[in-house]
């Protein structure tokens, strides 16, 4: 990777490199590419896709009710103020 590549790069994300940055980016980038270029080069097309790697197949539990013994009516009586049947809070977002 040139060093007007180098900077390119910089000048796109917003950065400000000093030239020593500049040289072990070069060179750390040229690397970066030189593997990826590598792994492009292994064949694939006779393997599966591996879509996840746990080997679970649902990790969704079921939906239960859980009565707690209350009637809404009664936990609301508690409330410093409700309305419709719901607690009713002072207004957080405008």
Do not use: C
């Amino acid at each position: 990777m040139s060093r007007e590549e180098v900077l390119k790069l910089a000048a796109l994300s917003r950065l400000r490199l000093t030239d020593d940055e500049v040289e072990k980016l070069r060179s750390e980038l040229s690397s970066i590419i030189d593997y990826v270029k590598q792994l492009d080069s292994v064949d694939t097309k006779s393997l599966e896709p591996t879509y996840q790697v746990t080997g679970l197949k649902n990790v969704m539990r079921q939906d239960t009710i859980h009565d707690y013994g209350y009637q809404p009516a009664e936990l609301l009586k508690n409330a410093p103020a409700f309305e419709n049947g719901q607690f009713k809070v002072k207004r957080i977002l405008e």
